[in-house]
């Protein structure tokens, strides 16, 4: 049985950190996500659980220090989010978001930025000092047309982070960072047969599989191993796998160009 830390929740939970003006529909959906797939136990979202008169810091603080990792949720006004005086929340010790990074960064708790609505990761030197490093972690890109793609992605990387050694055939390896991690699942679906059944159709030539996924990276980034590997699988020539995964594209231009460049081939 996993053992429970504060507000019953499991020791190796995930925390997601974010602001509510900033990302707060896109944490309560990817909340929902993860709920499903790990459990209600398993994850923790909003400060609004602390009891009354608890002093919110030290039970941020507790909470994130039994957390088996940390995903900061950055939107288009994280870094730049300001108080009533005009102030950069971020640059208030007490700000909730500062509190919740800081804590998982000083423990070395694997920390995920999770970029959501087209934010771009903030540099070391507008960060505090304390948060600097988050700057340097591996992030995550969830977008609103390929939102359950993008999530799978997350969740792949979650998987390993939260193993136990214990729990896995390759115990006498040490545990995946996060960079490797997500690294890991974003390249899961790297165009290849298996000796147990084939992934893709035998008409499938693997050297035109991995051009299609270099052209499409070009036009949605990492995720378009996972897309190609998924139309693959029931696509039976390259001109219906490129066809397949241009719906993935989604500006129109972009799209055309793409479909166009197999037709030189």
């Known amino acids: 049985m996993v053992p429970l830390g504060p507000w019953g929740l499991d020791l190796r939970a995930i925390f ?10 896109e944490a309560g959906r990817l909340f929902d996500d993860l709920v499903g797939h790990f459990g209600e136990r398993s994850v923790f979202m909003d400060v609004a659980a602390i009891e009354v ?7 941020i603080d507790e909470s994130v220090a039994t957390c088996g990792v940390l995903l900061a949720m950055i939107g288009p006004g994280w870094l730049d989010a300001q108080n009533e005086s005009g102030k950069r929340r971020l640059e ?27 934010a771009k990761m903030p540099r070391a030197d507008r960060l505090p000092t304390d948060l600097a490093d988050l700057a340097y972690r591996n992030c995550v890109e969830l977008t609103h047309a390929r939102w359950k793609s993008d999530v799978q992605v997350l969740i792949s990387a979650l998987r390993s ?14 545990a995946p960072n996060v960079r490797d991690s997500v690294s890991a699942a974003q390249a899961m679906a790297t165009p290849q047969r298996t000796t147990s059944g084939v992934d893709y159709s035998d008409s499938l030539d693997l050297a035109a599989l991995a051009r299609i996924t270099r052209e499409l990276a070009q036009y949605i980034g990492p995720i378009a191993e ?21 719906k993935e594209i989604d500006v129109s231009a972009d799209r055309t160009r793409f479909l166009d460049s197999g037709r030189d081939r």
């Not at 008169?53 to 039970?59: L, Y």
């Open 226 to 246: 996972l897309v190609v590997k998924r139309a693959a699988k029931r696509c039976t020539s390259i001109s219906d796998l490129r066809r397949s995964v241009a």
């Open 92 to 118: 208030d010790p007490d700000d909730f978001v500062r509190i919740e990074t800081a804590s998982a960064l000083r423990r070395d708790i694997p920390v995920i930025p999770v970029l959501v609505r087209g």
């Open 16 to 25: 997601i950190s974010y602001r509510r003006h900033d990302s707060e529909g």
């Open 53 to 59: 008169g608890r002093d919110f810091r030290k039970a």
């Open 161 to 174: 982070l939260l193993t136990e050694p214990g729990d896995r055939a390759d115990a006498v390896h040490p």
